[in-house]
């Protein structure tokens, strides 16, 4: 029955999020568009009840427990209704994703060639019905953000003036070349043009301004945002609470900025540290080439260690690639993209070298520990090698999980031996320092009324962030509401059930085993990665009684 449940949810969750389908290997999706009428939304919401509902009555397993996580996420990400204001995203705006995710499926059969053709010609329509959600919502006084709506403007016009289209990328047959440039030329660029003037001449005008940028500001928007902190972060955790650990934790990384600090600089403050992170010329690239090359080789250095602290490890390495122009002024520092299962693209840590001069040097470490090995490439590459799970276990989107990992592993990589000094340490420091701030700044934003400015402004004080990545990042939590949760919750969650096992297992707990239940069950969520990782202690302590 739950295996049943579970084919209904991935073929839903691949309607609900064709492109991301597409990315990640869910089948039969291909040639598809999320149909963004709200009639749709019902339909989807429908189903979501449906199967959740049925759900309920199986019996209790880890995939029962995950379907009906997935199930709640996507009602509550359509009862946010965050399709109707959110514009400027490259992840979850509707139009901005488009130049995301298209140009990173390769079609390598006459079939897929045929799906990707059929997506391109849908595009018209998609767009046609973000204007008219976008519409719909400044009429229900749901206005997006004018600031977003002008970069949403700026990201299209720079997407019109790249040569070659970016569409135009994956290599095709003569003929699916000639359909291809058809399409572009008389459909999808005139589009993009019809939607741009939509967002200029009827969104932007109404849009809020930036001492309102947050969910709360909109009709039904607290409820709008505690369903979205209910997405990422899979807990029951309030806004306010998890804004009082972010405090918390801030202050509480003061100590070890101060110890590493003085080691590096000889100065005694974290607010001293912080500055000279910020502001040292010295500290930053010194050209946009240096960047790929420094990430390859942090790889290679993480790639000999690691099985040392994993029983298994990824079959497919790690490639290292450059955001694309069009996306790169908006994008976030870095981002990964999974191997396609067919081989045909390797999973891929993608660098933003946009202003590298601007941008600091000594986080690169941390981050492509983040992006890469033992990051999100492991997990996410070793979710595909798990064929003995049901494939909604091994696509499954659940951030506060895969976030959550991700973080774990910046520290996970010190007690690796990974980083190279203690001026990388410190780029460590900064991205620890960065995700409890998140914590902050998006419920301050989207709970508690900030405006642009005090996010800002929270960020220039608390953090090590670069001016550009500063502007950055607020654009994002705007745009985003509860993303930026789910890195320290789930971080957080994974260190405290690591802690529990260390605990009761004493001198039996095993570092590669750990690993190896937290990743081979699949993306979990929180309370379900403890009930799997309290039952494997119940279990190796009874194979080792005295410890």
């Not at 005139?190 to 940028?213: C, N, S, W």
């Not at 990051?375 to 091994?394: I, K, S």
Request: charged share 25%; proline share 6%.
């Amino acid at each position: 029955m739950i295996d049943d449940l579970a084919d209904r949810l991935l073929d839903l969750i691949g309607a609900d999020d064709p492109l991301e389908a597409s990315l990640v290997g869910i089948p039969g999706h291909d040639h598809e568009l999320r149909d963004l009428s709200p009639q749709a939304d019902s339909e989807l919401r429908d189903r979501a009840v449906r199967i959740a509902a049925e759900a309920e009555l199986a019996e209790p397993s880890v995939t029962r427990s995950v379907v009906l996580q997935l199930a709640a996420s996507l009602v509550d990400r359509i009862n946010a209704g965050l399709i109707d204001h959110v514009v400027a995203n490259f992840f979850t705006a509707p139009a901005i994703r488009l130049a995301t995710y298209i140009p990173r499926v390769m079609p390598t059969t006459e079939q897929a060639e045929r799906a990707y053709l059929d997506r391109l010609s849908a595009i018209p329509r998609y767009l046609t019905q973000a204007a008219d959600r976008n519409r719909a919502a400044v009429a229900a006084e749901r206005f997006p953000v004018a600031r977003s709506a002008r970069t949403a403007i700026a990201h299209i016009d720079r997407y019109l003036r790249q040569t070659p289209d970016p569409f135009a990328q994956p290599p095709l047959s003569s003929g699916g070349t000639a359909e291809r440039h058809r399409l572009l030329t008389e459909a999808v660029r005139p589009a993009f043009v019809r939607y741009r003037d939509v967002l200029d001449k009827e969104i932007t005008p109404h849009g809020r301004p930036e001492d309102k940028p947050g969910l709360c500001w909109l009709p039904d928007g607290d409820a709008a945002y505690d369903a979205m902190v209910r997405v990422h972060t899979t807990t029951a955790r309030t806004p306010e609470q998890l804004h009082r650990t972010g405090l918390e934790l801030v202050e509480g990384l003061a100590d070890e900025y101060a110890a590493i600090g003085s080691r590096v600089f000889g100065l005694r403050t974290a607010a001293e540290v912080q500055e000279r992170l910020r502001t040292d010329p010295s500290l930053r690239w010194g050209s946009a080439d240096e960047v790929v090359p420094a990430a390859r080789a942090i790889i290679e250095r993480a790639e000999r260690v690691a099985p040392q602290w994993f029983a298994r490890v990824p079959e497919k390495r790690c490639a290292v690639d450059v955001v694309p122009d069009s996306e790169a002024p908006n994008a976030a520092l870095a981002y990964y993209t999974p191997p396609a299962l067919d081989g045909t693209r390797e999973g891929t840590y993608w660098a933003n070298t946009y202003n590298a001069t601007l941008r600091p040097r000594y986080n690169v470490e941390s981050v492509t520990f983040h992006e890469a090995v033992p990051g999100h490439h492991f997990q996410l590459a070793l979710a595909q090698q798990l064929t003995d799970l049901h494939p909604l276990r091994r696509f499954a989107e659940i951030l506060a999980y895969s976030e959550g990992w991700a973080l774990y592993a910046e520290r996970l990589a010190d007690e690796m031996g990974l980083f190279s000094d203690d001026l990388a340490r410190l780029g460590m420091l900064g991205e620890d320092s960065l995700r409890a701030a998140r914590l902050v700044v998006d419920t301050g934003l989207h709970a508690m009324g900030w405006t642009r400015a005090q996010t800002v402004d929270y960020l220039r004080a608390n953090t090590v962030l670069s001016e550009v990545d500063v502007q950055s990042e607020t654009d994002r939590y705007i745009e985003d509401p509860g993303q930026a949760l789910s890195y320290m919750v789930g971080k957080l969650e994974i260190q405290r059930v690591r802690a529990h096992a260390e605990h009761e297992l004493g001198n039996s707990f095993d570092i590669k085993e750990f690993h190896d239940v937290v990743l081979g069950g699949g993306a979990l969520p929180m309370p379900v990665l403890d009930e799997v990782v309290t039952d494997w202690v119940l279990t190796r302590a009874e194979r080792s009684p005295g410890t």
